[in-house]
């Protein structure tokens, strides 16, 4: 199944929307719009995919999303299980709505890169405090000071320094030229499914394909092999697992990234990371200590 495109379309009275979610678990639906997304968790955890990026989300996590970028925020297994609460602080808008040729005057200009950097989806880490406040304040707000508000905030987004690209401008390439196409329904399958046994004749018969052709086809789109980016996606889960979740061990981390066993974990660990997964927490640990 291929991302699902949802309308975000803002009220009558306003440019864009200021929406507060408050629900049992987010939708877990992997979609995409082409309204620009700033959202803010306010409660609850999860992994969130955007792009060809897999990673937790934590309490006051602020993530910027470009048009059409495909995501999905899916939240830890309580939140299905028990009676817990998720909420966040949603911002739709889209460019053409205040005006293309807006954010192309000179005094946009900050804004208008902010924009294009968003297209791989961004977690702001900068200035949190005083972004979070004001995004707070803009959704009591109405009208002129409403506008001029959210102009602000994006202005002082995008003069902080502290912000970090999540997916990769090769998943937008592939996911361009791949919409509405059997590529589409790959990466929502393998996103899905990542941490659980997926062999090539499984994900090929998904997409309705020999194993041979989808090889192939998935290596000309995305100049990887369907058993390189896999390993990468779930490499890439568990650095974010050894970083945040330091209770688990290396074992566990291994099967719960989707390994069948942990010498193959380290092996491909060192091939895509350069590091064994304790040397890779030791470095950043050191990093982090230096800041």
Not at 79 to 85: A, C, G, H, I, V
Not at 235 to 250: F, N, R, S
Request: hydrophobic share 40%; net charge positive.
């Amino acid at each position: 199944m291929k991302p699902k495109e949802l309308a975000r379309i803002s009220p009558s009275h306003s440019s864009f929307s200021v929406e507060l979610h408050k629900m049992p678990f987010f939708l877990n639906v992997w979609h995409y719009h082409k309204e620009i997304e700033l959202l803010h968790i306010r409660k609850s955890t999860g992994t969130k995919f955007i792009g060809d990026h897999i990673g937790n989300f934590y309490k006051n996590d602020i993530i910027l999303l470009g048009s059409n970028l495909p995501h999905m925020i899916v939240n830890d297994k309580t939140y299905f299980e028990e009676k817990l609460n998720a909420e966040a602080l949603v911002f739709h808008f889209d460019t053409e709505s205040i005006g293309k040729v807006f954010f192309s005057i000179p005094e946009m200009k900050k804004i208008y890169l902010l924009l294009e950097r968003a297209k791989v989806g961004l977690i702001i880490k900068g200035n949190k405090q005083e972004i979070i406040s004001r995004m707070n304040r803009l959704y009591e707000q109405e009208g002129f000071d409403k506008l001029i508000s959210f102009l602000e905030l994006l202005h002082i987004i995008a003069v902080t320094e502290n912000s970090h690209p999540l997916s990769t401008t090769r998943f937008l390439d592939s996911f361009d030229k791949g919409s509405n196409s059997k590529l589409n329904q790959a990466y929502e399958f393998i996103f899905k499914n990542f941490n659980t046994e997926i062999s090539l004749d499984l994900i090929a018969d998904h997409v309705h394909m020999n194993a041979s052709a989808f090889s192939r086809f998935f290596k000309k789109a995305t100049n990887k092999s369907f058993i390189y980016y896999l390993n990468e996606l779930r490499v890439g889960y568990a650095c974010k697992k050894l970083l945040e979740d330091q209770e688990l061990t290396v074992s566990q981390i291994c099967y719960e990234s989707g390994f069948n066993n942990l010498s193959n974990f380290n092996k491909q660990f060192k091939t895509i990371t350069g590091k064994s997964p304790k040397e890779y927490v030791r470095c950043h640990l050191d990093f982090t200590q230096m800041i």
